[in-house]
């Protein structure tokens, strides 16, 4: 961990957990944020396909992507940021999820990373001569920015899906 991070961290770790936030560490809650957040990341994704059809679709795209932040930042804030958190800063249980939950986001990206590849080879080889560069880059990077997106808030969600249980749990 490099010191600007262990510095944001202790930032983090030092600021008060505002009292609203205690209400959405509930299972309910917290799957109903994670649902928020991939489904209107989804929209997202959808509507920026869409953009290739029809300028229409900029502002669903924006008030989507605004929800799937806004719903990002709530689960987020009910861990306290604890998926970037020093590894000393943890108990072992909570190491152990935050590795395992890294270990899935991983193999994850890493398959989608070889099935986007290979899809943006295969296209460049049939369709080389109907494809505009400019379309197709846009895509690619479309389909890697929404990959990031969507892959590496897994060990948050996944650390929230685990704690945020009832304390007798």
Not at 3 to 26: A, F, G, Y
Not at 32 to 56: D, K, N, P
Not at 149 to 166: D, M, R
Request: charged share 15%; glycine share 4%.
């Amino acid at each position: 961990m490099t010191n600007l991070q262990h510095r944001l961290w202790h930032s983090i770790d030092n600021t008060p957990t505002p009292t609203w936030v205690d209400r959405w560490r509930t299972p309910g809650r917290t799957r109903a944020l994670v649902i928020t957040y991939f489904t209107f990341l989804a929209v997202s994704f959808l509507c920026e396909v869409g953009m290739f059809f029809s300028l229409h679709f900029l502002w669903p795209l924006l008030a989507a992507m605004l929800v799937a932040m806004i719903a990002w930042t709530l689960l987020r804030n009910t861990i306290g940021a604890k998926d970037m958190a020093p590894r000393h800063a943890l108990d072992e249980y909570e190491n152990e999820v935050l590795d395992a939950w890294r270990s899935r986001a991983l193999t994850l990206l890493n398959t989608l990373l070889v099935v986007g590849a290979a899809a943006s080879i295969i296209l460049g080889l049939v369709a080389a001569d109907g494809i505009r560069t400019q379309i197709f880059a846009t895509a690619v990077g479309i389909y890697m920015l929404f990959t990031y997106l969507a892959v590496s808030t897994l060990p948050a969600v996944g650390f929230a899906l685990t704690f945020n249980q009832p304390a007798e749990d």
